[in-house]
C-alpha cells in the first residue's frame, strides 16, 4: 500500500533558524509528492509540489526535493519565521490508472512552532 | 473563485441529534473529498466523489455516517446520530481533473463538537 512518513514532532525552533521536516513514502508506482501547510483556525493549503523524481519544489523560501533512491522528500527552509509556526503535512498521489487515483495519502503532520 | 465553502463553521449538538454538514466545490471541480482531523487519529479521508459519484467510502467510519452529492456544486456528510467521539474538524476538499498539477484544494473545515 501507499504511506507516508513523517518526524515527529513538535518542533520548536527562534526565528532565523533553519528548519528540516523529514519525510520518506511508500507508494506503488511514480506518485507526486506535496507538502501542505495548516496555519491555526485553517484549512489546509498547499505548499509547494514536485511530480517526478529530482524536481524541487518551491515556495515562500520552502524547498523540497524528490528523491526516488532514497524515497524522501524533506522539507528545508533556511530561515523561519514565527509566522511560519503552522502543522506541515507531507502527501503523495498517485496518477490516472490505479485505484487510488485522485486521492492524497497524509504523513501525520509535524507541528512546527517558531518563537522570536 | 470563492473556493471550497464549507457551512455551518462550527456546530455544537448532543449526543443522539443528527447532524448535516456542507460543502460547496470551486466550479468546475470534478473530485470532492471529506476529510476528518483529530488529534488522537490525525487527518483521515472519509470519503470522495468523481463526477457526484462516490469512489471510495472505506474511510467512513460506520453505518452512523452517510454521504451525498446530489449534484456538481453540492455536498453533504450526515452524522445520524451524533456521538461525542464524532467530535472533529470535517474538512472538504476539491480538485479538477484539468488541474494537471493534482493539488486539492480545501475549505476552512467544520468544527463539531457533541456532547
Known amino acids: 500500500g501507499n504511506s507516508v512518513t513523517q518526524m515527529e514532532g513538535p518542533v520548536t525552533l527562534s526565528e532565523e533558524a533553519f528548519l528540516t521536516i523529514n519525510c520518506t513514502y511508500t507508494?506503488?508506482?511514480?506518485?507526486?509528492l506535496f507538502w501542505y501547510v495548516q496555519y491555526p483556525g485553517e484549512g489546509l493549503q498547499l505548499l509547494l509540489k514536485?511530480?517526478?523524481?529530482?524536481d524541487k519544489g518551491s515556495n515562500k523560501g520552502f524547498e523540497a526535493t524528490y528523491r526516488k533512491e532514497t524515497t524522501s522528500f524533506h522539507l528545508e527552509k533556511g530561515s523561519v519565521q514565527v509566522s511560519d509556526s503552522a502543522v506541515y503535512f507531507c502527501?503523495?498521489?498517485?496518477?490516472?490508472?490505479?485505484?487510488?487515483?485522485?486521492?492524497?495519502?497524509f504523513g501525520q503532520g509535524t507541528i512546527l512552532t517558531v518563537h522570536p | 473563485d470563492a473556493g471550497v465553502i464549507q457551512s455551518p463553521r462550527h456546530e455544537v449538538t448532543e449526543m443522539g441529534q443528527e447532524v448535516t454538514l456542507r460543502c460547496k466545490p470551486i466550479?468546475?471541480?470534478?473530485?470532492l473529498f471529506w476529510y476528518r482531523q483529530t488529534m488522537m487519529r490525525g487527518l483521515e479521508l472519509l470519503i470522495y466523489?468523481?463526477?457526484?459519484?462516490?469512489?471510495?467510502d472505506s474511510g467512513m467510519p460506520e453505518d452512523r455516517f452517510s454521504a451525498k452529492m446530489p449534484n456538481a456544486s453540492f455536498s453533504t456528510l450526515k452524522i445520524q446520530p451524533s456521538e461525542p467521539r464524532d467530535s472533529a474538524v470535517y474538512f472538504c476538499?476539491?480538485?479538477?481533473?484539468?488541474?494537471?498539477?493534482?493539488?486539492?484544494?480545501f475549505g476552512p473545515g467544520t468544527r463539531l463538537t457533541v456532547l
Open positions: 476538499a476539491s480538485r479538477g481533473t484539468a488541474d494537471t498539477s493534482d493539488t486539492q484544494y
Open positions: 507508494a506503488t508506482g511514480y506518485p507526486s
Open positions: 514536485a511530480t517526478k523524481a529530482d
Open positions: 502527501a503523495l498521489t498517485l496518477g490516472p490508472g490505479g485505484t487510488s487515483y485522485g486521492k492524497l495519502t
Open positions: 466550479s468546475g471541480h470534478d473530485y
Open positions: 466523489f468523481n463526477n457526484n459519484v462516490p469512489i471510495d
